[in-house]
């Protein structure tokens, strides 16, 4: 029975380990791919036709005012034009986004996953872009290959652009939809001065304060500018991160619950299995007191032990996933092709805090059983 229970403790706190592993690293994995197409906060001119194309806004103006702001990290300036690829073999309809070279781009560097990241020089507006996987397959387009960009526009333009780099998200918001491209191409386009984009993408210092600094950035806003959150922008992606989140913990709270009940059971059993011994020990003149301690630091020795088998099964599963990838999965229906794993020291510190607390109160529990043994009555018990 106590490996039973020993079983049971290590195995709760090794599921406990890897699902809260499981669901930060799916969690971080989302955010940052969603992050590096939208960051936090959008600003960009309030109009009502729903566009994807929006009228020009003062880009340095309102980088000076944002900067005020000690919540903000950085702003990306971007402008985005609709446009349509067409290839010897397809047509296909995209949303051309422009960046610039001062921008925050290490995001999407990690969504990189053929060929090289953009390259901008100062003389003119550079002719690479970036597409997502998904776009190159369709085209079959590979990196080096150019393709003809036409822009439904009054008049009509052309460009040809050659593929730098190809993305990868698994997020089909984006990977169905944008080409990542130079922003100084859409000025062109839209024949805007340098000073002028199509809106501001803003990234804060703690994604937790997303709420309190858009208010307050808006509060500051001009009366022709909107602040868009991410949250609102992809809640569908955010309300399944928050069910996610909802299930794991019913499901932490059920394992808690069985390894408890298991302790609890084998604190009995072993009561029940020395009733003779602690009549005779209550006959020489031990104490309640004294033969509870016994069988609770018995019990203590057995969560101990469970919890480093435990932390050992948990922590080293998560390191093998984390390094070598065993466990894949399927981009279409988890926007990534593997088992993410983030290492969070403070969640494993509160989980194992948690184990050891409650198993400590099953322990108690039952050692109370000890004040009510009649030691007449035990020691012809056996």
Not at 91 to 112: A, C, Q, T, W, Y
Not at 357 to 376: C, D, G, K, Q
Request: with cysteine; charged share 20%; net charge neutral.
């Amino acid at each position: 029975m106590t490996k039973i229970a020993i079983i049971s403790i290590a195995m709760g706190i090794a599921v406990m380990i890897v699902s809260f592993a499981i669901l930060e690293g799916f969690r971080n994995e989302i955010q940052s791919k969603i992050f590096s197409f939208g960051a936090h906060l959008q600003i960009s001119k309030y109009d009502t036709n729903n566009s994807l194309e929006v009228e020009p806004i003062g880009g340095p103006r309102l980088e000076k005012e944002l900067r005020r702001f000690p919540q903000v990290k950085y702003t990306q300036p971007f402008a985005r034009k609709t446009a349509i690829i067409k290839t010897t073999e397809e047509v296909m309809g995209v949303v051309l986004k422009g960046i610039d070279e001062h921008g925050g781009l290490s995001p999407m560097r990690e969504n990189l996953v053929a060929g090289k990241f953009l390259t901008f020089n100062d003389t003119a507006a550079s002719t690479d872009v970036l597409l997502s996987r998904k776009i190159a397959n369709k085209l079959r387009l590979k990196v080096g290959d150019d393709a003809l960009f036409y822009f439904i526009q009054n008049p009509p333009r052309v460009r040809k652009f050659r593929v730098q780099g190809i993305y990868q998200t698994g997020l089909d918001e984006f990977d169905e939809v944008y080409i990542i491209g130079d922003i100084r191409q859409i000025r062109e386009l839209n024949a805007w001065p340098d000073s002028l984009v199509g809106g501001m993408e803003v990234v804060l210092r703690d994604f937790k304060q997303l709420d309190r600094t858009s208010d307050n950035i808006y509060e500051n806003l001009r009366y022709d500018l909107k602040l868009d959150k991410i949250t609102d922008q992809y809640a569908q992606l955010f309300d399944w991160l928050q069910l996610l989140n909802r299930n794991v913990v019913i499901f932490l709270i059920l394992i808690i619950f069985v390894a408890t009940f298991n302790m609890v059971a084998t604190i009995f059993i072993m009561i029940l299995e020395r009733v003779n011994m602690i009549g005779v020990l209550k006959a020489v003149g031990a104490t309640d007191n004294q033969i509870r301690s016994m069988f609770f630091f018995r019990g203590l020795s057995l969560t101990i032990r469970g919890m480093i088998y435990g932390n050992l099964i948990g922590l080293g599963f998560c390191a093998i996933q984390y390094f070598f990838h065993p466990i894949p999965l399927d981009p279409e229906n988890y926007y990534m092709d593997r088992v993410p794993i983030y290492w969070d020291p403070t969640i494993i510190v509160i989980l194992n805090l948690a184990t050891f607390l409650t198993s400590l109160l099953a322990v108690l529990v039952p050692t109370y059983m000890v004040s009510r043994i009649n030691p007449v009555v035990a020691i012809k018990f056996d």
